[in-house]
C-alpha cells in the first residue's frame, strides 16, 4: 500500500504492509511491542561504545525486529481498543487520496511527522556525541510526536469507520463475555 504521499508510501511500502499485515499489525501486541523499538535502537547505537564495529548486530537485530513486528501476533480477536484504532487510522491517512478526510485532521499529522523527524535529528545528533541529556530530549519528542500521531490516527478513525465498507469491515467488537452457568 505505497499511497498517501511519498514519505508515508515510502515508509509503508518498505514495510511491505498487505491487507493480512495490516491486520495482524492492529494487534495491540503489535502496537505496544513496537513503541520500545525506537529505545532498542538508541541502546544498540550507543552500544558502540563498548562493541565497536560489533554494535551492528544489535542494531540490525532491530531492523529485524521492526520488520517482523507487524507480523509477529495474530489479528486480534476484537478491535475496540486504541491501538487497533490507531493502526487503522493509519491506513485511512494512507488512503486520504482516494477517500478524503475531514478537514481537522489533516494538517496535524503533518506537523506531528516534522516534530518527530525534528526529534530524531536531536536524537542523532545525542547519538554521535555521546550526549545522554541530548539523546533523551530527542528520543522524547520523536517518541512523543510518533503516539501522539497514533492517538491522532485513532480519533481519525473514529470520524472514518463509516466511510467505506473497508472501513467497516476492519472492525471485530468484543466477543461477548460468557454468562453464568455458560460452559467454557
Known amino acids: 500500500m505505497a499511497e498517501g504521499g511519498k514519505l508515508y508510501g515510502w515508509v509503508a511500502g518498505a514495510f511491505r504492509m498487505d491487507d493480512a499485515t495490516w491486520a495482524r499489525h492492529a494487534s495491540p501486541w503489535s502496537v505496544w511491542t513496537r513503541v520500545p523499538i525506537a529505545l532498542l535502537l538508541v541502546l544498540a ?9 560489533w554494535a551492528l548486530l544489535p542494531v540490525a537485530l532491530v531492523g529485524v525486529w521492526a520488520w517482523i513486528n507487524p507480523r509477529a501476533f495474530p489479528a486480534p480477536r476484537s478491535t475496540d481498543n486504541w491501538a487497533s484504532h490507531g493502526v487503522f487510522g493509519e491506513r485511512v491517512w494512507l488512503a486520504r487520496h482516494r477517500v478524503a478526510i475531514p478537514a481537522h485532521h489533516r494538517t496535524v499529522p503533518h506537523l506531528l511527522t516534522v ?43 473514529a470520524d472514518m469507520r463509516d ?19 455458560d460452559p467454557v
Not at 137 to 155: H, I, N, P, T
Not at 163 to 181: H, I, K, L, M
Open 115 to 157: 516534530a518527530s523527524g525534528l526529534g530524531v535529528l536531536v536524537l542523532a545528533w545525542g547519538l554521535v556525541e555521546l550526549d545522554i541529556a541530548i539523546t533523551a530530549l530527542g528520543l522524547a519528542v520523536a517518541m512523543g510526536a510518533k503516539l501522539w500521531f497514533v492517538d491522532r490516527m485513532a480519533w481519525l478513525y
Open 45 to 53: 547505537i550507543w552500544s558502540r561504545v563498548w562493541l565497536g564495529w
Open 163 to 181: 466511510a467505506t465498507p473497508d472501513y467497516r469491515a476492519w472492525q471485530r467488537p468484543q466477543p461477548p463475555a460468557p454468562e453464568e452457568g
